[in-house]
């Protein structure tokens, strides 16, 4: 329902993380700003630019699954199914506002800073959606909470948001990962001592930047819209802007949606040391086992393969 930044992407991947050992999952992504169309699958030559970022990320991430980009959900789908046929589940990312495509589980996600209840229509707000579409939803995450978050507060929050007695609430904040080089995969930590030029290409990066002042000595930081193409002027600006930080313990940090960007660079950025930061949901309230088992016992009502569809959505 929003325009971008609740988190959606680290929710697919806990969903795909959560299911992939017991079924066959699939994700379809639109591919936003891949300069392919049509419908496509994800394979070992596949790049960022043939099928987005995002799907990039989770290709990577998961190669086990079938990661599919596709316009036409309606026409997608089944190709999926056919190619895949073994396809338990789909997740479809950022699906919720197109009606033709029922599905079996619907998630909404909403930030806590910014929930859906205190937000307008675009342009006046970020939503794309009337706030009473949530009523769609069988399951609502509250993302990006304040790890510390209070039982009272969560509660506010859940009087605000008033779900219906059958729709499923839940509260998640965002864990962030050891860094990793690019190129190397080599983990390096950071600490009170690390100074950090960010490249930053997301529609929301106030909680990583929050993270990273409350972690590093200093941060720099080159944002870029979101799903930023780089381009060979852009290494140069990267480059001189680290080259000028007087420092023997700094590093270039990006976000895994920018690296899969930044990794065609390659041979120009083998000499600098650029990690990648991972980021994932973490469910609160000691209710990750109840999300899994949500999801799990409704793929379970098919004896065989479902073939029927759990919706992802960001609010």
């Known amino acids: 329902m929003a325009l971008g930044g609740t988190g959606k992407t680290p929710m697919v991947e806990l969903l795909v993380t959560l299911l992939k050992d017991e079924f066959d999952v699939a994700t379809l992504s639109r591919g936003y700003k891949r300069k392919t169309k049509g419908f496509a699958i994800a394979n070992d030559r596949t790049t960022a630019i043939e099928i987005g970022d995002e799907p990039m990320q989770f290709h990577l991430k998961f190669p086990q699954i079938t990661v599919a980009v596709g316009e036409e959900r309606l026409v997608a789908i089944p190709?999926?199914?056919?190619?895949?046929?073994?396809?338990?589940?789909?997740?479809?990312?950022?699906?919720?506002?197109?009606r033709s495509v029922k599905a079996g589980i619907n998630v909404l996600l909403t930030e806590q800073e910014n929930l859906f209840t205190r937000d307008n229509m675009?342009?006046?707000?970020?939503?794309?959606?009337i706030p009473q579409s949530a009523s769609r939803a069988q399951v609502i995450v509250i993302t990006k909470c304040d790890p510390q978050i209070s039982a009272s507060e969560a509660e506010k929050i859940r009087k605000q948001i008033s779900p219906q007695k059958e729709q499923k609430l839940f509260f998640?904040?965002?864990?962030?990962?050891?860094?990793?080089?690019?190129?190397?995969?080599?983990?390096?930590?950071?600490?009170?001592?690390?100074?950090?030029?960010?490249?930053?290409g997301i529609a929301n990066?106030?909680?990583?930047?929050?993270?990273?002042?409350?972690?590093?000595?200093t941060v720099r930081t080159l944002k870029y819209s979101d799903h930023y193409i780089f381009k060979t002027d852009d290494l140069r600006t990267i480059c001189e802007n680290f080259d000028s930080i007087e420092s023997s313990n700094k590093i270039i940090l990006t976000t895994e949606k920018d690296a899969v960007r930044l990794?065609?660079?390659?041979?120009?950025?083998s000499h600098y040391p650029l990690h990648v930061l991972s980021v994932s949901h973490a469910i609160l309230f000691n209710q990750e086992p109840e999300f899994r088992e949500y999801f799990v016992s409704f793929i379970r009502r098919f004896p065989t393969t479902g073939h029927d569809l759990a919706s992802m959505q960001e609010n």
């Open 172 to 200: 998640a904040c965002l864990k962030y990962k050891t860094p990793y080089h690019l190129f190397t995969y080599r983990e390096l930590p950071l600490t009170s001592q690390t100074d950090v030029l960010l490249i930053c």
């Open 263 to 269: 990794v065609k660079y390659a041979i120009e950025l």
């Open 122 to 129: 675009f342009p006046v707000g970020d939503l794309r959606d």
């Open 79 to 98: 190709q999926i199914l056919q190619l895949r046929p073994k396809t338990d589940v789909i997740i479809l990312d950022d699906a919720f506002q197109h």
């Open 205 to 217: 990066p106030k909680p990583l930047l929050r993270y990273l002042k409350e972690t590093v000595r």
